[in-house]
């Protein structure tokens, strides 16, 4: 009996090793790129190293899962008790229970994600995928009474409650549980399904990456390998466009530029993205998805940046890594988002000690979130800053007070007075004769003050030195914002970070400098 129970064993590990070692074959005989087949070995590679995320990627699937099954059972087990009090329920009702239980989950998926959130949708996809098997298992189970049991309970005058406890339902606990086995699979399959729907990866981003990869083919000779790993703008949703770091910096200046606070989001839940996203959808705002702590260094570094969003659930070293960002780059905002669970508590305590501004906590403040996080912002904090110091510099008229407003809310980057003109709703010519009157200083020195105010802030972090200041707030070089400084405050860029935004505004009033525009 052992012999054969080993060989029963063995034989399927067999079948697999030999088809894992033929599939292995091929692709390395063929020389299949992995993006179309990858290799059993790449395979086995990615599992260790992204172990991480993918465990705790299963434990929100199982997690849903788990939920989905136990609101199926209870609902499903209440309902066919129901069904089996009456019979005309159960002949109007029962009927449809089958029909939808046939019904394909990917069918239904997408119309549940265009009125649920992407959350919602995946729980309920697999709650009704687990329902329907339960329901008609436990209604038929509850029918299928042996007559000759039924005969004795008659016989010795049992009363209906006394049929129903003692005959019906452990009658129908078979069929219970091989309608429990079969929704319990069908739960996990109804999530995975409803989880490639509702990703970012599905859907109408795929047919997006797809016609750009054709393009890059068709349009610029590439091969499809390199138009696969060429980097990409993604501008197939309306909720915002989402950036490739790999895109040359005036790409990406160039959507930064486009209006609404820079958000970089750290983290690999498709929750915590599609939050974010949702809050700060496109012309309101801009997201960076940085998935590691070194893409999150980098966008730092290259773009100015007005909050940063650490999703802190099942943290890693490479999390914590990320948030240390936070003491290096004071000027700009971190926020923990968290379920806020009893275990999360060293977690929100860590970040507390690392300077972050706040805590977020998840599927409460989700709703409010935008207005939570938009006053911290860099730019936000640095336009209220600066509100009052129009009456200092004396612009008075409400065409100067309001592009005094429009040019501080830029943070410190270039700003086009053809483009300031428009957004007034006045002319160029009208615009600069505005600041040449009644002893203002000229346009041209207001927006150099602006972004000097705005470099001496960022060099206050010890993350920045002079040319990543200059490259964030889009200087031409290290000594374009030197010239600057000297003209508008009599002082380098290296002596910034020592003076107040009051330093600089006196010193601008007194006249060290003059604007050579």
Same mark, same amino acid.
């Given at each position: 009996?052992?012999?054969?129970?080993?060989?029963?064993?063995?034989?399927? $590990?067999?079948?697999?090793? /030999?088809?894992?070692?033929? #599939?292995?074959?091929?692709?390395?005989?063929?020389?299949i790129?992995s993006?179309?087949?990858?290799?059993?070995?790449?395979?086995?590679?990615?599992?260790?190293?992204?172990?991480?995320?993918?465990?705790?990627?299963?434990?929100?699937?199982?997690?849903?899962?788990?939920?989905?099954?136990?609101?199926?059972?209870?609902?499903?087990?209440?309902?066919?008790?129901?069904?089996?009090?009456?019979?005309?329920?159960?002949?109007?009702?029962? @009927?449809?229970?089958?029909i939808?239980?046939?019904?394909?989950?990917?069918?239904?998926?997408?119309?549940?994600?265009?009125?649920?959130?992407p959350?919602?949708?995946? $729980?309920?996809?697999?709650?009704l995928?687990? &329902?329907f098997?339960?329901? =008609?298992?436990?209604?038929?189970?509850?029918?299928?009474?042996?007559?000759?049991?039924?005969?004795v309970?008659?016989?010795?005058?049992?009363?209906?409650?006394?049929?129903?406890?003692?005959?019906?339902?452990p009658?129908?606990?078979?069929?219970?549980?091989?309608g429990?086995?079969i929704?319990?699979?069908?739960?996990?399959? +109804?999530?995975?399904?409803?989880?490639?729907?509702?990703?970012?990866s599905?859907?109408?981003?795929?047919?997006?990456?797809?016609?750009?990869?054709?393009?890059?083919?068709?349009?610029?000779?590439?091969?499809?390998?390199e138009?696969?790993?060429?980097?990409?703008?993604?501008?197939?949703?309306?909720?915002?466009?989402?950036?490739?770091l790999?895109?040359p910096?005036?790409?990406?200046?160039?959507l930064?530029?486009?209006?609404?606070?820079?958000?970089?989001?750290?983290?690999?839940?498709?929750?915590?993205?599609?939050?974010?996203?949702?809050?700060f959808?496109?012309?309101?705002?801009?997201?960076?998805?940085?998935?590691?702590?070194?893409?999150?260094g980098?966008?730092?570094?290259?773009?100015?940046?007005?909050?940063?969003?650490?999703?802190?659930?099942? @943290?890693?070293d490479?999390? #914590?890594?990320?948030?240390?960002?936070?003491?290096?780059?004071?000027?700009?905002?971190?926020?923990a #988002?968290?379920? /806020?669970?009893?275990?999360?508590?060293?977690?929100?305590?860590r970040?507390?000690?690392?300077? &972050?501004?706040?805590?977020?906590?998840?599927?409460?403040?989700?709703?409010?979130?935008?207005?939570?996080?938009?006053?911290?912002?860099?730019?936000?904090?640095?336009?209220?800053?600066?509100?009052?110091?129009?009456?200092?510099?004396?612009?008075? =008229?409400?065409?100067?007070?309001?592009?005094w407003r429009?040019?501080?809310?830029?943070?410190?980057? @270039?700003?086009?007075?053809?483009?300031?003109?428009?957004?007034?709703g006045?002319?160029?010519?009208?615009?600069?004769?505005s600041?040449?009157?009644?002893?203002?200083p000229? $346009?041209?020195?207001?927006?150099?003050?602006?972004r000097?105010?705005?470099?001496?802030? /960022?060099?206050? =972090?010890?993350?920045?030195?002079?040319?990543?200041?200059?490259?964030? /707030?889009?200087?031409?070089?290290?000594?374009?914002?030197?010239?600057t400084?000297?003209?508008?405050c009599?002082?380098?860029?290296?002596?910034?970070?020592?003076l107040?935004t009051?330093?600089?505004?006196?010193?601008?009033?007194? +006249?060290?400098?003059?604007?050579?525009?």
């Amino acid at each position: 009996m052992t012999l054969n129970r080993l060989r029963d064993a063995l034989v399927p $590990l067999l079948v697999l090793l /030999l088809t894992l070692g033929v #599939w292995e074959a091929i692709v390395a005989y063929k020389n299949i790129p992995s993006y179309i087949l990858p290799a059993p070995s790449a395979i086995a590679v990615k599992l260790v190293e992204d172990r991480a995320l993918l465990f705790s990627s299963l434990l929100v699937t199982l997690g849903v899962t788990l939920k989905a099954l136990v609101i199926a059972t209870i609902s499903a087990v209440a309902l066919a008790l129901l069904l089996a009090q009456s019979k005309w329920l159960e002949r109007a009702l029962l @009927p449809f229970a089958i029909i939808l239980q046939v019904t394909p989950i990917i069918a239904i998926a997408p119309l549940l994600l265009i009125y649920l959130s992407p959350g919602t949708a995946v $729980l309920v996809c697999a709650f009704l995928v687990a &329902f329907f098997p339960i329901l =008609s298992n436990t209604a038929l189970g509850l029918a299928s009474v042996d007559h000759g049991l039924q005969d004795v309970f008659d016989l010795y005058h049992a009363t209906g409650w006394q049929k129903f406890l003692y005959l019906r339902l452990p009658s129908a606990l078979p069929q219970f549980l091989a309608g429990l086995r079969i929704g319990g699979g069908l739960a996990l399959i +109804g999530a995975i399904v409803a989880e490639l729907a509702a990703g970012a990866s599905g859907g109408r981003r795929i047919l997006a990456s797809v016609a750009q990869c054709m393009m890059f083919v068709a349009d610029f000779g590439m091969s499809l390998e390199e138009a696969a790993h060429y980097p990409r703008i993604d501008v197939s949703g309306p909720e915002g466009c989402s950036a490739d770091l790999r895109l040359p910096e005036e790409t990406l200046a160039a959507l930064v530029a486009d209006g609404g606070p820079t958000v970089a989001a750290y983290g690999n839940r498709d929750r915590v993205r599609d939050a974010i996203r949702r809050a700060f959808p496109r012309r309101r705002g801009h997201v960076l998805a940085c998935r590691t702590a070194a893409e999150l260094g980098v966008a730092l570094n290259r773009l100015l940046v007005d909050l940063v969003i650490v999703d802190v659930a099942g @943290p890693t070293d490479d999390t #914590w890594k990320a948030a240390a960002l936070a003491a290096d780059y004071p000027c700009t905002a971190f926020f923990a #988002w968290s379920p /806020l669970r009893v275990s999360d508590a060293g977690s929100v305590a860590r970040c507390a000690g690392l300077g &972050f501004t706040d805590v977020l906590a998840e599927g409460i403040d989700d709703a409010a979130f935008r207005d939570l996080v938009t006053p911290k912002a860099f730019t936000a904090r640095f336009a209220a800053a600066l509100e009052p110091a129009h009456a200092v510099l004396g612009l008075e =008229s409400a065409v100067q007070r309001r592009a005094w407003r429009w040019i501080v809310s830029r943070g410190g980057r @270039p700003v086009r007075t053809d483009l300031l003109a428009k957004a007034l709703g006045v002319t160029r010519e009208h615009l600069s004769r505005s600041f040449a009157t009644a002893g203002a200083p000229n $346009l041209k020195r207001v927006i150099d003050l602006v972004r000097v105010i705005a470099a001496a802030e /960022l060099s206050k =972090s010890p993350g920045y030195d002079a040319a990543d200041v200059a490259r964030v /707030l889009e200087f031409a070089s290290p000594s374009h914002l030197t010239s600057t400084a000297q003209r508008v405050c009599g002082t380098r860029s290296a002596s910034l970070a020592r003076l107040r935004t009051g330093d600089i505004i006196e010193r601008f009033k007194e +006249g060290r400098g003059r604007s050579r525009g």
